[in-house]
């Protein structure tokens, strides 16, 4: 069983629309979350991290959190080409360690 | 500010040796993990050390060590290598103090191809 599951993809949406990335963990005990862009390539940055239920916003980016439900989200409000990347949606299950969902490759089309 | 440095970016070997690959963490951060990436899939977590002190290991076989020296530095050595064994070399470092796991910082990686 999988500890953390993304949208399969791969999304594409239109220059200035909204880009919304989901994510499910399995493990109740998670506490911290985490949203990594990676270009192709290149290694994962860290964009967002949200501890606690609700929203979190930073700029163009917001994170959701739902731990009842055991789903986090990403909206990329206003995209922009250069957006376009693999998320990685993270959650640190355990005392030491983070375990990523597989990505999910977002186009943004101008 | 320098930010987390690995070396070799990339290198390539055949079956049945061995590697090592080096990383220097963010200036302050005592925590440093390794993380293997197969093309197409999420990082996996391969160890975590911490004030020089292994304080967790993922499921990887025993051809997989590391260490952390006093200046934080780490090392990652495979031995025995396999073809399955190519992929990008995450190394990581965090600020927060074990046992917490804080926000991951990751270099540029060092991308092994074994043939």
Redesign the interface.
Known sequence: QKE?EQNSGPLSVPEGAIASLNCTYSDRGSQ?F?W?RQYSG?????IM?IYSNGDKEDGRFTAQLNKASQYVSLLIRDSQPSDSATY?C?A?T??????????TRLTVIP | DAGVTQSPTHLIKTRGQQVTLRCSPISGHKSV?W?QQVL??????IF?Y?EKEE??R?NFPDRFSARQFPNYSSELNVNALLLGDSA?Y?CASSLVS????????????SRLTVL
């Open positions: 953390v911290s985490f990594y290149k290694s994962p940055e860290l991290s990685l993270a640190a355990g005392a030491n360690n983070l375990f990523f969902g597989t990505g | 993990s993380y197409g899939q999420g990082p996996q977590f975590q911490y304080r967790g993922g990008l995450l074990y046992p917490n796991t804080g926000e991951l910082f990751f270099g540029e990686g």
